[in-house]
């Protein structure tokens, strides 16, 4: 058999890498030594094992371990879940945006735009299911972190009744505060960094409901620009004069007398005939009397 290059496998490297090396988290507290790793059949490593003392060994996926110096550091699991739900979230979100950008620049290409938004909420649904189980890890491991801040403070505080009973030294007393200290800083940090990533996850959340939203939107707008373009448009029908008014208004002309016979009313021509044949009896009347009084 011939020289095998050990740059070839996973193994050996990881094990130049890893093995012997202190393992910490991501927030400097000590977890342990890895003492070795498990690989699969093509020589890439599937786990590493750390000594965590009374704990024992742990093995832990090599995707959540990196190499930095002297140590190793442990990744927790909720991290690397939560950042790969919100990259593709992030990412799906854009690609939704730049596709309803080339839609409304170029509206022939909406029936293959649809099938790729469909596509794209489709996988948006998916991941809503990965995020609700990330939602649930987050908030029972802010349980925990919660747990731990009050067991510390009673430690603390149990160790500050042993100073002034005299059964520790002030110098004691001093060692197990800056200790406890360092721990509490830890847990801040993660809960910061927890309540970060869900804060994060609801504004996507928000986007998503916006992009989805927004082919809706976009019809609306649409149709408010063509109405609002046909009523600025100049009319093609001939306009009717408008009434001048300038002009004096005309008075309201007063219907006609009428006279009443038999609580009948009169026609307008009979009325007129009446009045002239008075008239002419008048005249008759005063010509008589005229020619009496000359006799």
């Known amino acids: 058999m011939g020289y095998t290059d050990p740059k070839n496998y996973g193994m ?7 093995v012997g090396k202190q393992v910490k988290d991501m927030y400097g507290t000590y977890i342990g030594r890895v003492i070795g790793t498990i690989t699969d059949i093509d020589g890439t490593t599937q786990t590493v094992g750390i000594d965590c003392g009374s704990k ?7 995707e959540q371990v990196v190499v930095q110096g002297d140590f190793v550091i442990f990744i927790p699991k909720w991290r690397l879940e939560s950042q790969r739900v ?5 990412l799906t979100i854009r690609r939704l945006k730049a596709l309803m950008n080339i839609v409304s620049d170029n509206d022939e290409m909406k029936e293959d735009a649809e099938i790729i938004h469909e596509k ?6 998916t991941l809503e299911e990965t995020e609700k189980q990330i939602k649930a890890k987050l908030e029972s491991r802010l349980e925990e972190l919660s747990e731990q801040m009050k067991s510390i403070k009673m430690l603390i505080f149990d160790a500050k009744v042993q100073c002034k009973s005299n059964e520790i030294s002030e110098q004691t ?11 509490i800083e830890h847990i801040t940090h993660e809960s910061a960094e927890i309540s970060n990533v869900q804060r994060r996850i609801t504004d996507l959340s928000m986007e998503v409901q ?3 939203e927004l082919p809706k939107e976009k019809l609306q707008e649409s149709a408010v620009i063509y109405l609002n373009t046909q ?3 100049p009319s093609t029908e001939a306009e009717l004069p408008q009434v001048p008014t300038n002009e004096p208004i005309p008075e309201p002309v007063s219907e006609p007398t009428t006279n009443t016979v038999n609580s009948q009313p ?6 007129l005939k009446a009045e002239t044949q008075e008239k002419e009896k008048e005249t008759e009347e005063s010509d008589w009397l005229a020619r009496m009084e000359a006799q």
């Open 266 to 271: 009169i026609p307008e021509s009979s009325q």
């Open 173 to 183: 007393f001093e060692s197990v505060k800056t200790l406890s200290t360092e721990l």
């Open 231 to 233: 009523n600025n448009e």
């Open 56 to 62: 024992g060994l742990q093995q832990i996926p090599f």
């Open 12 to 18: 050996s490297n990881n094990n130049i890498a890893l």
């Open 210 to 212: 916006q992009v989805t």
């Open 86 to 90: 919100l990259r593709e979230k992030g």
């Open 120 to 125: 794209y909420k489709s996988h948006l649904s």
